[in-house]
């Protein structure tokens, strides 16, 4: 059954704005790494011709359920981190576009099962966008040293006491098993900072990071978005936290991901392919973040291949 009128899967963030940064041509051809509930997907499809043609990938198996009946669509049911791997697949050389929205699908929040929500106790530390991989959270909480669980949290999700929160998953994982949400948020009950709420969130987000693997996915997509691109051809970027926004961000001006060298006193670097569009990120409307709460934290970049 499809999910086409079923709006409630995924509210897509800045919808407009970052179909409008792509300058879609009728007969052109584009990628959605991030189909989810379809609608970015949907939006650029409505400005394609006849003879226009997109490209959609989604991991999760669910995303499939929301395809349009059409035949100028060519879903992809894997990471976009093989972007260029599937384009040489379907013959493609070259695209007009690229869009992808790396939030987490409303979806995948409210299917409790999937364990990416704070608020799912009964749920089992799963995370897993593609169900076929087998690092789970529980995996990552299981077996992890303290020394990486610490990086992990400070790295991906930001908490204040990512030392002390690793140092009690450890020892309170040699007395039990950590399982489930509750059991989990039970055992470190006892360091948790400030708002228990935004604390989890930050920590879930940090683990959701490392199960899907989603910094090195999106590093390996943007290294090839060079060779994909057309000339002229735009790249438009939604992120939701800011060491994806980073990443982004100096990818698009210095085409890696180290920054500049200030010490290179002969202009040496790497030049980047791309031209950055938006100096500064995109920001969600007052008013879309009063009906979407979830877009609060989005920024959305552009580049050009020059």
Same mark, same amino acid.
């Given at each position: ?34 189909? =989810? ?13 006849? &003879?226009?043609?997109? $490209? ?13 009946? &059409? ?15 599937? !384009? ?21 929040? &409210? ?18 966008? &593609? ?8 995996? $990552? ?7 990486? !669980? ?6 991906? =999700? ?50 959701? $990071? ?24 735009? $790249? ?32 040496? =670097? ?15 409307? =007052? ?20």
């Amino acid at each position: 059954m499809k999910r086409e009128n079923h709006p409630e899967y995924h509210v897509p963030v800045m919808l407009r704005e970052a179909v409008d940064a792509l300058q879609v041509k009728t007969g052109g051809i584009y990628v959605d790494c991030t189909f =989810g509930g379809g609608g970015h997907s949907r939006e650029i499809l409505s400005r394609l011709g006849s &003879d226009g043609k997109l $490209i959609a990938f989604d991991q999760d198996a669910d995303a499939r359920e929301n395809l349009p009946e &059409d035949d100028r669509i060519i879903f992809v049911p894997h990471n976009f981190r093989h972007l260029q791997r599937f !384009l040489k697949l379907y013959k493609i050389q070259a695209v007009d576009g690229i869009l992808a929205d790396l939030g987490v699908s409303s979806h995948q929040f &409210d299917e409790g099962e999937r364990g990416f929500s704070t608020r799912s106790d009964d749920a089992a530390l799963d995370m897993r966008m &593609d169900q076929r991989q087998e690092l789970t959270a529980q995996t $990552i909480l299981s077996d992890y040293s303290e020394e990486r !669980l610490h990086k992990l949290f400070e790295q991906y =999700g930001e908490v204040t006491n990512a030392k002390t929160l690793a140092k009690t998953i450890v020892d309170a994982r040699r007395i039990t098993p950590l399982k489930s949400v509750a059991g989990f948020k039970s055992a470190v009950h006892d360091v948790v900072k400030g708002n228990p709420k935004k604390y989890f969130a930050q920590v879930f987000q940090a683990l959701r $990071i490392e199960v899907n693997d989603e910094v090195g996915a999106l590093k390996e997509m943007l290294q090839q978005v060079p060779a994909v691109l057309k000339e002229g051809g735009r $790249i438009a970027v939604i992120t939701f936290h800011s060491v994806e926004d980073r990443i982004v961000k100096v990818f698009f001006k210095e085409g890696s991901f180290e920054g500049s060298d200030e010490h290179d006193l002969y202009g040496g =670097g790497r030049q980047s392919q791309l031209k950055v569009i938006t100096k500064k990120p995109v920001l969600p409307t =007052g008013d879309e973040m009063k009906v979407n709460p979830r877009s609060r934290s989005a920024k959305l970049r552009v580049a050009e291949r020059k």
